[in-house]
């Protein structure tokens, strides 16, 4: 891999790859390749990866989230209860924010379901609060740790809410249509301590919630953790579950399978409900590894499954790519952090000098390598051939400016 990287003159890219520690560079390659009856075996390639090397893991913690709340709504085993029930959240400790209706839905009402296509989209951070709150701190936690992913860590909403605040979740109700109650979870604490024993520091400053510089290191050691090989084993469960150890895998049923796998690639100016504007939305717009600054559409037939995350000056993205015109297929991982006067919480970072020409660049450069590789045999991608929804004119104002 460190071979095919020297291989891109790009100036930015060179930069990056020629410093992976300023920069914090973490990169997984994954080749796929099928046998003669079409099963996948995957081959991964390391560049200086380390699970103990912080990075803020951003909005990535969606997809965690996201199949979490499936797995809870599975295990509830409620008749009448699915990822499309409407659902209403109440208050019960301080910081915490009701939410009876949504109108950027079908029918006026929040539901898993919903908050999964808004999360996957274009990165809603309201909706990883509201699952947060649906599945809880501590069973998060523990769901994580269970199925072989100790060190992750999820101890926060995307709010500015304190410790013991995010230890407590909201009381949730779902609903049937004619809107009487189809089941109540109350108001959930976590009593499970946290092993913050691993300090993680990030920068030279920081601003504070006033808006002062505090001339010492950012503390990260009690925020969200997501290291870059379990993010991109979670993915890898997502659309390949049989590759993963059984115990990784989420309980998950195929028609869960088909949904997480629309909408982790379909765009926001296909989708109905939310009404993205799809100029401010575009296709790229979170798909960082063809994400160009002049040209926002992916090549003819690529499909990209993927989740994002940026803050703090860090950029992460964990993809599958399937090229269905030139029936070719990978996955790509990669985290960087540009944030070339170490303050953080200022927003001066340089995600458009070089955060995102670096994705770009890294991504193009995999993508024409997998193009030009050989292959035994070729795949058959039609279990990912989805049939896209289609942008209906009607009169609804488009959704902008979304809290992501």
């Known amino acids: 891999m460190a071979q095919l990287m020297t291989e891109n003159p790009h100036a930015v890219f060179q930069e990056v790859v020629g410093h992976p520690e300023k920069y ?8 796929i390749d099928r046998d003669k009856n079409n099963k996948p075996s995957f081959k991964n390639f390391y560049f200086n990866l380390d699970s103990t090397f912080y990075f803020n893991p951003a909005s990535i913690v969606k997809l965690p989230l996201a199949l979490l709340s499936l797995e809870k709504i599975n295990n509830l085993k409620i008749n009448g209860l699915s990822k499309f029930t409407s659902m209403q959240f109440d208050s019960a400790f301080s910081g915490q924010a009701k939410e009876w209706k949504d109108e950027t839905s079908p029918n006026g009402f929040s539901s898993i379901g919903h908050f999964i296509k808004k999360a996957f989209l274009v990165s809603d951070n309201d909706a990883y609060n509201r699952m947060y709150e649906f599945v809880g701190q501590q069973a998060i936690n523990q769901a994580l740790h269970a199925k072989g992913y100790p060190d992750t860590r999820i101890t926060h909403r995307f709010l500015r809410m304190t410790p013991e605040e995010n230890r407590h979740t909201n009381p949730v109700r779902f609903i049937r249509e004619d809107g009487s109650l189809l089941f109540f979870q109350p108001a959930a604490y976590n009593h499970e301590p946290f092993d913050f024993s691993r300090v993680a520091k990030v920068g030279k400053g920081y601003m504070n919630a006033k808006d002062s510089l505090i001339n010492e290191p950012m503390d990260f050691t009690m925020r969200n953790k997501l290291p870059l090989e379990a993010f991109q084993q979670m993915l890898q469960s997502v659309m390949f579950p049989l590759s993963v150890p059984a115990k990784q895998r989420f309980d998950l049923t195929q028609e869960d399978y088909k949904f997480l796998h629309q909408y982790l690639s379909q765009f926001p100016g296909e989708t109905n409900y939310p009404k993205y504007d799809g100029t401010q939305y575009y296709d790229s717009y979170v798909k960082f590894f063809f994400q160009d600054s002049t040209h926002h ?13 940026w803050a703090y000056g860090f950029l992460t993205d964990a993809s599958y790519v399937a090229d269905f015109k030139n029936k070719v297929e990978y996955m790509l991982s990669a985290t960087v952090y540009v944030n070339s006067d170490g303050i953080l919480n200022d927003n001066k970072y340089e995600y458009e000098s070089v955060g995102h020409p670096f994705l770009y660049q890294l991504g193009q450069t995999i993508y024409q390598y997998e193009l030009a590789r050989k292959r035994a045999y070729r795949p058959n991608l039609s279990k990912f051939n989805i049939r896209y929804e289609k942008r209906m004119n009607d009169n609804r104002p488009v959704v902008k400016d979304v809290d992501n």
């Not at 914090?24 to 080749?31: E, F, G, N, P, V």
């Not at 559409?297 to 995350?309: A, I, S, T």
């Open 24 to 31: 914090r560079l973490q990169i997984i390659y994954t080749q």
């Open 297 to 309: 559409q992916l090549p003819e037939g690529v499909r990209v499954f993927n989740k994002v995350g």
